[in-house]
């Protein structure tokens, strides 16, 4: 039996409003000289990592999670998403490095999105100062369609065949090239969320380090005597979450209350995920793609 976790927030979305531009794309644009293509030793990672993941976020999901056993065939088991009273203590913890097979399975579903040109390699930039390439992976793909706009008026060699292809997080977070550096560019809507939940904290900052993940104590998934913590890449897919959760449950919402509602950052979870002294802190992490909320729809559970 599968886990019905994931919903789309909505089935059909009203007509998308031209968003302000990125200023991390001027940021990085300022310090670039040129577009070139990557060689050919990355067509290998963009052949096995571009997927239309129109419907790649439930299918990793609802295909099954090695970590997440299936429930035996009876009854439909109670809800998973819940309000939790008191956050997520008790949740069993290993002292070990999380292994690339259980890190890819964790972010499996997540698009980002990349430039390629028409030979199927990855569209790389070089800088004006250190002449060092760079990859760029946007999560937001209107982000990535501005870059190519801007790719196509300083290359004309690249104005034929580039386009914008989705590429699975989990097969490009650990891409290693000499002489490329592989970035994100995080959704600046998100960022600036991140901002107000630190400042929301009594943390206030100027800017955020990273592509911002949300959590919130309150919001634990359940699976057999076992809980784990939903991460979002959007602050409104978690907040969707806590207030399906707590309608079910017919409790306030504790989003509303003042810090219930957490950022982290993706790159720093990625490397703490790694490394066997961090790693048992997100050990029970499960990456929501963006788009998509935590279902607890008895209904939807019956029918899992």
């Known amino acids: 039996m599968a886990f019905p976790w994931l919903k789309p927030r909505n ?6 409003i031209p968003a302000k531009p990125n200023p991390f794309l001027f940021t990085i644009q300022s310090h670039l000289n040129a577009f070139s293509d990557a060689s050919s030793s990355l067509k290998a990672h963009l052949d096995s990592a571009v997927e239309t993941l129109r419907n790649r976020a439930r299918r990793a999901v609802l295909s099954g999670h090695p970590h997440l056993p299936s429930p035996p065939p009876g009854p439909p088991p109670l809800p998973w998403a819940r309000i939790s009273p008191a956050g997520c203590s008790g949740v069993r913890r290993f002292d070990l490095a999380m292994s690339t097979e259980v890190m890819e399975e964790r972010l499996a579903g997540v698009p980002v999105y ?39 008026s300083m290359n004309r060699d690249m104005r034929e065949g ?45 800017d955020f380090p990273g592509v911002p993940v949300f959590q919130s104590r309150s919001l634990v998934l359940r699976s057999q005597n076992k809980r784990y913590r939903p991460a979002f890449f959007r602050k409104e897919d978690l907040e969707d979450s806590l207030s399906r959760a707590s309608r079910q449950q017919r409790q306030l919402n504790p989003a509303l209350r003042k810090g219930d509602i957490q950022v982290c950052v993706l790159e720093d979870i990625i490397k703490a995920m790694k490394e ?26 019956a029918q899992g």
């Open 276 to 301: 066997s002294s961090a790693a048992s802190k997100w050990d029970d992490i499960v990456f929501i793609p963006p788009g998509f909320n935590v279902s607890t729809d008895l209904t939807e559970s």
């Open 162 to 206: 580039s386009k914008v292809v989705a590429v699975a997080l989990n097969k490009v977070f650990q891409l290693k090239v000499d002489g490329v550096a592989f970035r994100f560019v995080p959704d600046s809507s998100q960022v600036a969320n991140a901002i107000k939940v630190k400042e929301n904290e009594g943390d206030p900052v100027d």
């Open 11 to 16: 089935q059909n979305p009203p007509p998308s």
């Open 114 to 152: 990349a430039l390629s040109n028409a030979a199927e390699e990855f569209v790389l930039v070089s800088g004006v100062r250190t002449g060092k390439s760079l990859g760029l992976f946007c999560f937001k793909k209107e982000d990535a369609e501005a870059l190519l706009e801007q790719m196509r």
